[in-house]
């Protein structure tokens, strides 16, 4: 069973903070990651994919990929209180088949 | 813009009741989905549909059965409700290509009582 483990949190932190969110997951071969924001009552969308090793920035958020420590992060620089939400952490099983974590609930505070 | 249309959006249901939640899509995707989300537990696949004509079973597929109607609509059909099936409901669907892009429904709230 393929798994990905996120911290339910809250992560607090102050308006302009970079907040980071961590993932793991257990499947060694797992070739895709990705991490979609969920508001409270909405539903999820796609923030940011990473496929290789390192590091991919698109504007304020930077996914963080390890695959030899099963380890996928993401950075949100200058937070803002628009920001606050439920990051959750994806792996793909093919087929855009997605598996994912539980989810970490940020909360930026002015 | 519809995208992914989910209906109905609040059931209430008692045990033993059935019913079937419907999704359409009309974004020509290939791929459909249907997950639930519990609190603490994040999104499980229920089940999804690679391509019209196809369905196969996700990670919790006890308690439901799907049908993909056509490329627009995948149902998603409760034959005998349980208290443990109370969760929000979300139909999703991508072009297929492995992009890890889903496109959701603004969810279905169903509480089994």
């Known amino acids: 069973q393929k798994e990905v483990e996120q911290n339910s949190g809250p992560l607090s932190v102050p308006e302009g903070a970079i907040a980071s969110l961590n993932c793991t997951y257990s499947?060694?071969?797992?070739?895709?990651f990705f991490w979609y924001r969920q508001y409270s009552g909405k539903s999820p969308e796609l923030i940011m994919s990473?496929?290789?090793?390192g590091d991919k920035e698109d504007g304020r958020f930077t996914a963080q990929l390890n695959k030899a420590s099963q380890y996928v992060s993401l950075l949100i620089r200058d937070s803002q209180p628009s920001d606050s939400a439920t990051y959750l952490c994806?792996?793909?099983?093919?087929?855009?088949?997605?598996?994912f974590g539980a989810g970490t609930r940020l909360a930026v505070h002015p | 813009n519809a995208g992914v249309t989910q209906t109905p959006k609040f059931q209430v249901l008692k045990t033993g009741q059935s019913m079937t939640l419907q999704c359409a899509q009309d974004?020509?995707?290939?791929?459909m989905y249907w997950y639930r989300q519990d609190p603490g537990m994040g999104l499980r696949l229920i089940y999804y549909?690679?391509?019209?004509?196809?369905?196969d079973k996700g990670e919790v597929p006890n308690g439901y059965n799907v049908s993909r109607l056509n490329k627009r609509e995948f149902s998603l059909r409760l034959e005998s409700a349980a208290p443990s099936q109370t969760s929000v409901y979300f139909c999703?669907?991508?072009?297929?290509?492995?992009?890890?892009?889903?496109?959701f429904g603004e969810g279905s709230r169903l509480t089994v009582l």
């Open positions: 549909s690679a391509s019209e004509g196809t369905t």
């Open positions: 499947d060694r071969g797992s070739q895709s």
């Open positions: 994806a792996v793909s099983g093919g087929y855009n088949k997605l598996i």
């Open positions: 999703a669907s991508s072009s297929g290509r492995d992009t890890g892009e889903l496109f």
């Open positions: 990473i496929y290789s090793n």
């Open positions: 974004m020509n995707h290939n791929s």
